[in-house]
């Protein structure tokens, strides 16, 4: 290689700044709690190392350690000092002077230099400075770097360069190891800056063995002085072959300061640079350079080195460690952490951004809202937002999770929504959580006809609806049962997801609404929706009652404050749980439930989607009722939403349609005693009478009345066969009603069932509703009765409906005393021991919706009984009797008012009741449904006399005799010369040739063979004494003898 070649200016590489995070972590600190508004200069320790593999930049480091007195640098590397300046605003950053900060600190080197005090410790000739501002509140820090240096009057220039490996053989480079080696294990360090004393000049050659040694800087005179061959050497940070590290530039002219007199025109430099490869150290890509140093005599004081930016600019850098370092964001990277956990290593298909992303509103802010919200914090849900009215009690805090002690004040507390979205941010900062302070309307609570107030309301329907608008699911958690249906209403218009929850003393209901498979659903995935025509219930839609299990059961009460502690924690947390199974289930709130499947179809990856959740800590049971959406409901139909869609906010204050609804007490397979065996046989209300089954009649009158469009019946059957059937042909043929039976679980007395479905029967919120007796028979106007309860309805709460009958006969009955000009009834006795009145009750009655919170009184008190006597199991809390509970409280507070009927009426309680009634129903016939009396036709057919019904699928001889008061069931045969009067045949019955049948019921099935006579005694109320009524008395006299009367065939089998 030519001298010439190489002969050019000595280019050095700088230092790249390197900050660890550590370092920030300490400055945030160090100016918080030391440096505070102090911006002086601050004693800084950094580091480099030589032995980074090529292509790594030349980098200078600072990390945690920095601000300590006696760093040491790490193994391998080599220490350097340096100066912050850290700036108190970012004015001060930008603003600040950099020569003199640069200038002062080149000089604490050139001071090291000109005193020697380099020459002792070299590391002083590697300097930093540091300016910088930290932005504590963003946690951003931006700062700039200078490594500063001398800037030399004339560039140096290299008279030889080349590497280690390409001027000598591994000799040279195993000794020079060696020696590091040695110089390491004596000294525990190798110095940044140091001499090699050598028997070989570098560049030239030597066949002798090699020793070096590794001397120190201050050994230089004395080595000169003995003529060794001095090689200067220093750790070099450069990666790059062919140029030095920054270091050198500095070294050079400490070495020209103090030496330059004693060395020739050249220095020999050896740039140590030490990398492991192999599992050996190897350092033949170290640098050697012959320079010439007599140019650099008198160093002035002119300095260089602020490091370039990113934007290989001369400026400052930014470093945004919010992630690292704001709490807050810590928080949410280890809330993430904990749930991805989850998913990792628990559930890889979970989909944890479809519950996170969800904005939850929570309608009501106190136990259920607390807890709730806590559960969906811990899912990640990030919007929050709570509504509630109330303050924070002195009674809140011990349950209510979200409030303390200090938010109360015998002054009123603080607002609660705003108190627990306030609390949420503490919990966890990075929630959005807000709190609304909010009433919201109820219907049924009258809005004032003065503008102002319907403005006030419409204000906060709007800003519920915006509410509904402006978040994913809505969660019911509100005290009352009215103030949840707005919500609802405008949840079902908006197509959100709503979950509702409600509690008991012991137990709770948490249940999601039901949505149309067409809504478009922000947390299905999949368009596809299930082909289901069907949709689930709401909360309108559906009972509070757990179906169809022990009598130890007790409702629900919504209204009740005072429930066991963990109820609300336990229905919160399922609530949470089943919103995030459901949006992780493909078909997301479309999601059909199946509890009993564990298929992929009916469950999510969290497991199954209920429709509901209904639990009983009494007894530690849990159900998973699935009910459908019911076509009326004013929750959640067609109707309603299309209403509200049409109206708006209109619709809210149009006065509640005068909508009525019908039950039908139809009582239970202990009942009926008197009517056996033919209750044996089908459900007494299902016993045909004139050709319909008893309760059919009831049904079929309600049916004329525009205003009932339900009808409920109530009772203790098991749901057969039989009643099933029933309900779906009366169905379809009074297809403008809804009619449906709700179980009893057990016998409930009178009312019981009244209360344990109040929530079916206020449903759609209803005017009042009919309640009949199965087994009475007659022809009420309900049109008359309807108007006469509207009339007195401003007073009353129940209209029952009487009629008159003989003194003796009066006492088998309930008698009602009436005020005849006021027509309010005064005094209420069931069958009393003497006369008290000659007006009964017919078992039909008018009750206000209000009569159910009576019920809910009464069930109260029969609970407290109970947990006093708590050993009597059958004293049932809900077993209420409607006669002593309700007519008797009712008429002492003069609330009940008499409707008389003078139409025929009677009980159906025996079989010769029955006859009576099929009289008085097949006479009624002529006016209502004439098409059902059997004619006489001419020259054919069967003789008809008086009022008889016969079945299309009967067949009659033509020559047979029927009548009067005759019903023929299905598929009934009668022979030729058949006579029946006054009976009923059951359907399939067989009526031989020439047979007579007078005054008896002819059981299903039942064989009467040719020329036989079944005949009983009739049986009916005198004729000749007006009102009159059939007394359905015993089947023996005194005597033991059987009482004559009708005769009973029973079902032939
Ligand atoms: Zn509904």
């Given at each position: 290689m030519s001298e010439d070649k190489d002969r050019h200016i000595l280019q050095f590489v700088p230092f790249l700044s390197t900050i660890e995070s550590g370092f920030w972590t300490k400055l945030?600190?160090?100016?918080?709690?030391?440096?505070?508004?102090?911006?002086?200069?601050?004693?800084?320790?950094?580091?480099?190392?030589?032995?980074?593999?090529?292509?790594?930049?030349?980098?200078?480091?600072?990390?945690?350690?920095?601000?300590?007195?006696?760093?040491?640098?790490?193994?391998?590397?080599?220490?350097?000092?340096?100066?912050?300046?850290?700036?108190?605003?970012?004015?001060?950053?930008?603003?600040?002077?950099?020569?003199?900060?640069?200038?002062?600190?080149?000089?604490?080197?050139?001071?090291?230099?000109?005193?020697?005090?380099?020459?002792?410790?070299?590391?002083?000739?590697?300097?930093?400075?540091?300016?910088?501002?930290?932005?504590?509140?963003?946690?951003?820090?931006?700062?700039?770097?200078?490594?500063?240096?001398?800037?030399?009057?004339?560039?140096?220039?290299?008279?030889?360069?080349?590497?280690?490996?390409?001027?000598?053989?591994?000799?040279?480079?195993?000794?020079?190891?060696?020696?590091?080696?040695?110089?390491?294990?004596?000294?525990?360090?190798?110095?940044?800056?140091?001499?090699?004393c050598s028997p070989t000049t570098l560049f030239g050659s030597c066949n002798s063995e090699l020793t070096m040694t590794i001397c120190k800087l201050k050994d230089f005179e004395l080595l000169y002085q003995q003529g060794h061959k001095i090689i200067f050497a220093y750790c070099d940070p450069s990666t790059i072959p062919g140029y030095p590290g920054w270091p050198l530039r500095n070294y050079l002219s400490l070495i020209a300061y103090h030496w330059s007199a004693q060395l020739s025109q050249t220095v020999d430099i050896i740039c140590y640079r030490d990398r492991p490869q192999d599992g050996k150290r190897n350092i033949s890509h170290s640098l050697c350079f012959s320079l010439n140093v007599s140019t650099i005599k008198e160093c002035p004081l002119n300095s260089t080195g602020w490091e370039k930016n990113k934007a290989n600019k001369y400026g400052p850098r930014r470093v945004d460690l919010a992630e690292d370092m704001d709490p807050v964001k810590l928080a949410e990277s280890s809330v993430n952490l904990n749930l991805k956990l989850m998913k990792w290593r628990l559930m890889p298909s979970l989909d944890l951004k479809k519950i996170s992303s969800c904005k939850c509103l929570l309608l009501g802010a106190g136990t259920l809202g607390c807890n709730i919200a806590r559960a969906l914090l811990g899912w990640g849900v990030t919007n929050i937002t709570l509504v509630d009215y109330g303050t924070v009690a002195f009674s809140n805090p011990v349950r209510q999770t979200l409030f303390e002690f200090s938010d109360c004040s015998t002054a009123g507390g603080k607002s609660k929504a705003p108190a627990a979205a306030e609390r949420l941010k503490k919990i966890f900062p990075g929630v959005n959580a807000e709190g609304i302070e909010l009433s919201i309307p109820m219907p049924g609570h009258p809005i004032s006809d003065r503008a102002e107030s319907v403005a006030r309301v419409k204000k906060d329907v709007d800003r519920i609806e915006n509410l509904v608008d402006s978040h994913d699911v809505i969660y019911l958690l509100m005290d009352t049962?009215?103030?949840?249906?707005?919500?609802?209403?405008?949840?079902?218009?908006?197509?959100?997801?709503?979950?509702?929850?409600?509690?008991?003393?012991?137990?709770?209901?948490?249940?999601?609404?039901?949505?149309?498979?067409?809504?478009?659903?922000?947390?299905?995935?999949?368009?596809?929706?299930?082909?289901?025509?069907?949709?689930?219930?709401?909360?309108?839609?559906?009972?509070?009652?757990?179906?169809?299990?022990?009598?130890?059961?007790?409702?629900?009460?919504?209204?009740?404050?005072?429930?066991?502690?963990?109820?609300?924690?336990?229905?919160?947390?399922?609530?949470?749980?089943?919103?995030?199974?459901?949006?992780?289930?493909?078909?997301?709130?479309?999601?059909?439930?199946?509890?009993?499947?564990?298929?992929?179809?009916?469950?999510?990856?969290?497991?199954?989607?209920?429709?509901?959740?209904?639990?009983?800590?009494?007894?530690?049971?849990?159900?998973?009722?699935?009910?459908?959406?019911?076509?009326?409901?004013?929750?959640?139909?067609?109707?309603?939403?299309?209403?509200?869609?049409?109206?708006?906010?209109?619709?809210?204050?149009?006065?509640?349609?005068?909508?009525?609804?019908?039950?039908?007490?139809?009582?239970?397979?202990?009942?009926?005693?008197?009517?056996?065996?033919?209750?044996?046989?089908?459900?007494?209300?299902?016993?045909?009478?004139?050709?319909?089954?008893?309760?059919?009649?009831?049904?079929?009158?309600?049916?004329?009345?525009?205003?009932?469009?339900?009808?409920?019946?109530?009772?203790?059957?098991?749901?057969?066969?039989?009643?099933?059937?029933?309900?779906?042909?009366?169905?379809?043929?009074?297809?403008?009603?809804?009619?449906?039976?709700?179980?009893?679980?057990?016998?409930?007395?009178?009312?019981?069932?009244?209360?344990?479905?109040?929530?079916?029967?206020?449903?759609?919120?209803?005017?009042?509703?009919?309640?009949?007796?199965?087994?009475?028979?007659?022809?009420?106007?309900?049109?008359?009765?309807?108007?006469?309860?509207?009339?007195?309805?401003?007073?009353?709460?129940?209209?029952?409906?009487?009629?008159?009958?003989?003194?003796?006969?009066?006492?088998?009955?309930?008698?009602?005393?009436?005020?005849?000009?006021?027509?309010?009834?005064?005094?209420?006795?069931?069958?009393?021991?003497?006369?008290?009145?000659?007006?009964?009750?017919?078992?039909?009655?008018?009750?206000?919706?209000?009569?159910?919170?009576?019920?809910?009184?009464?069930?109260?008190?029969?609970?407290?009984?109970?947990?006093?006597?708590?050993?009597?199991?059958?004293?049932?809390?809900?077993?209420?009797?409607?006669?002593?509970?309700?007519?008797?409280?009712?008429?002492?507070?003069?609330?009940?008012?008499?409707?008389?009927t003078t139409k025929p009426w009677s009980q159906i309680k025996s079989a010769a009741s029955a006859i009576f009634a099929n009289k008085l129903y097949l006479s009624n016939y002529h006016k209502t449904n004439s098409h059902r009396l059997a004619r006489n036709a001419p020259n054919a057919g069967p003789l008809i006399s008086g009022d008889v019904f016969i079945h299309e699928t009967a067949t009659v001889h033509s020559s047979a005799v029927l009548g009067p008061n005759v019903t023929i069931g299905e598929d009934v045969k009668i022979g030729p010369g058949v006579r029946v009067c006054n009976s009923i045949i059951l359907p399939g019955a067989v009526i031989e040739n020439h047979s007579c049948v007078l005054n008896a019921i002819i059981g299903w099935q039942s064989y009467v063979g040719e020329w036989s006579r079944v005949e009983g005694t009739a049986h009916q109320p005198n004729p000749n004494a007006p009102y009159a009524k059939m007394i359905s008395g015993a089947l023996f006299d005194e005597e033991g003898r059987l009482i004559p009367s009708i005769t009973v065939l029973g079902k032939c089998k």
């Open positions: 945030a600190e160090a100016k918080l709690n030391i440096f505070k508004l102090d911006d002086s200069r601050k004693v800084l320790n950094g580091f480099y190392t030589n032995s980074d593999t090529e292509g790594l930049p030349c980098r200078h480091s600072i990390d945690f350690g920095a601000f300590e007195m006696k760093n040491k640098a790490p193994p391998l590397c080599f220490s350097s000092h340096g100066g912050l300046h850290n700036k108190n605003t970012i004015e001060d950053f930008k603003s600040c002077d950099k020569k003199p900060i640069l200038e002062e600190e080149a000089k604490l080197i050139w001071n090291a230099i000109t005193s020697g005090e380099a020459i002792l410790s070299p590391d002083l000739l590697v300097r930093f400075l540091l300016l910088s501002f930290a932005d504590l509140k963003k946690y951003m820090f931006y700062y700039w770097f200078a490594f500063p240096a001398f800037v030399h009057s004339v560039p140096v220039t290299v008279c030889h360069s080349n590497l280690l490996s390409d001027v000598h053989n591994g000799k040279f480079m195993e000794a020079l190891q060696n020696a590091v080696q040695l110089y390491r294990k004596e000294n525990q360090f190798l110095p940044n800056f140091f001499i090699i049962r009215e103030s949840r249906w707005l919500p609802t209403l405008l949840a079902t218009v908006k197509r959100k997801f709503v979950i509702n929850v409600a509690l008991g003393f012991d137990s709770y209901l948490v249940m999601r609404h039901g949505m149309n498979s067409h809504q478009n659903i922000p947390c299905s995935s999949s368009s596809e929706s299930s082909d289901q025509e069907s949709k689930l219930g709401c909360y309108f839609c559906n009972d509070v009652v757990a179906p169809g299990n022990s009598m130890k059961d007790r409702t629900l009460d919504q209204q009740c404050t005072v429930s066991r502690p963990g109820v609300s924690m336990i229905a919160s947390a399922l609530a949470v749980e089943l919103m995030a199974s459901i949006l992780q289930h493909p078909h997301g709130p479309l999601a059909l439930p199946n509890p009993g499947s564990l298929s992929d179809e009916a469950s999510s990856c969290l497991g199954p989607v209920p429709h509901q959740i209904r639990g009983f800590l009494s007894h530690n049971q849990i159900f998973y009722p699935t009910t459908e959406a019911y076509g009326k409901c004013t929750g959640c139909s067609d109707f309603v939403v299309s209403a509200y869609k049409e109206k708006g906010f209109q619709f809210l204050l149009e006065p509640p349609a005068n909508m009525w609804k019908a039950v039908i007490l139809i009582g239970g397979p202990e009942k009926g005693t008197r009517f056996r065996p033919l209750s044996f046989d089908v459900p007494k209300p299902l016993f045909p009478v004139a050709g319909l089954p008893m309760i059919q009649h009831h049904i079929e009158t309600c049916s004329k009345i525009d205003q009932i469009k339900e009808i409920l019946l109530i009772g203790f059957y098991p749901k057969s066969e039989e009643i099933e059937k029933f309900i779906q042909s009366a169905r379809k043929q009074y297809n403008s009603i809804i009619i449906r039976y709700l179980p009893e679980h057990t016998a409930l007395g009178t009312a019981g069932g009244l209360y344990h479905y109040r929530d079916q029967i206020e449903a759609g919120s209803p005017t009042a509703f009919f309640v009949f007796n199965a087994d009475v028979c007659c022809n009420l106007a309900l049109k008359d009765i309807v108007e006469f309860h509207q009339e007195t309805c401003a007073v009353g709460a129940i209209t029952i409906v009487t009629t008159e009958a003989p003194h003796q006969e009066s006492m088998s009955y309930g008698c009602v005393v009436e005020n005849a000009e006021t027509h309010e009834a005064t005094h209420y006795v069931e069958k009393p021991e003497t006369f008290v009145s000659s007006l009964i009750n017919c078992g039909v009655y008018v009750f206000k919706p209000e009569v159910l919170n009576h019920l809910g009184n009464i069930f109260r008190k029969h609970q407290n009984e109970r947990f006093i006597d708590m050993y009597d199991e059958d004293a049932a809390a809900e077993k209420i009797s409607l006669e002593k509970e309700i007519l008797v409280p009712y008429v002492s507070s003069g609330k009940m008012f008499v409707y008389k």
